[in-house]
């Protein structure tokens, strides 16, 4: 996957960033083992076209000027209201050294007891991986389709292991299972019988009658 992303270095710092905000340009921070920290403004619309597509774990070639750096986006920052993107951290690599990434993982196939009302337990979303920059995956494949009986267990050493990378999370971890289905327990109320209902007196208040608050009228003798 080669995807490119276009910088700008800017000397807008501080509060003033607001005023790239305005004109739909994201301040962005590059920084890495070895580099020195520059400052950058990106262009919002390119630069969500390209995180949707690369996330955080794989290799942009950011450009900046006649420069090419291969760099990971590490972080963003979003209003939180909004939605809209405040600021960008990118992380520039070695591309001749291992680095570590948190790799999301795609649930492929479906499990044959979700037709007998067996309930998916999702219970890890990535794991992290070691290998040059350039070989980490965008994502890892898991095949939800082998948990055949309640209680079965996809876990971290089930998954298909590539070549150039290693996966570090603990192989044990849990990854999917299948749980029965829920039974739903539904509280019953039961209707009043005829004998459960007092008939109350009336008095007239101006025009209108109301009922008496005594549980039954009684008779002035």
Do not use: C, W
Not at 29 to 34: K, P, S
Not at 174 to 182: D, M, Q, Y
Not at 184 to 190: N, S, T, Y
Request: charged letters at 30%.
């Amino acid at each position: 996957m080669n995807l490119e992303l276009r910088a700008q270095e800017r000397t807008v710092l501080g509060r003033k960033v607001q005023s790239l905000r305005e004109q739909n340009l994201v301040p962005a921070e590059l920084y890495g083992n070895g580099v020195a920290n520059m400052h950058l403004s990106l262009d919002e619309n390119e630069f969500l076209r390209i995180y949707r597509e690369a996330g955080e774990n794989t290799i942009i070639d950011l450009i900046i000027g006649t420069e090419h750096k291969p760099v990971f986006i590490h972080d963003i920052q979003r209003d939180p209201v909004g939605g809209r993107v405040l600021a960008a951290d990118l992380y520039q690599v070695d591309l001749t050294k291992k680095t570590t990434a948190h790799v999301p993982l795609e649930f492929v196939g479906e499990s044959p007891l979700t037709e007998e009302g067996g309930i998916l337990n999702r219970a890890l979303d990535e794991v992290e991986v070691e290998a040059l920059p350039a070989d980490i995956p965008h994502s890892i494949r898991v095949d939800i389709s082998v948990l055949d009986a309640f209680g079965k267990t996809v876990v971290v050493a089930d998954l298909a292991g590539g070549v150039n990378f290693k996966i570090k999370t603990e192989p044990e971890t849990v990854i999917a299972s299948i749980s029965e289905p829920r039974e739903e327990e539904k509280e019953v109320v039961a209707e009043p019988s005829p004998e459960d209902v007092q008939v109350v007196g009336k008095e007239k208040v101006g025009d209108e009658e109301v009922a008496d608050s005594g549980a039954a009228a009684s008779e002035e003798g």
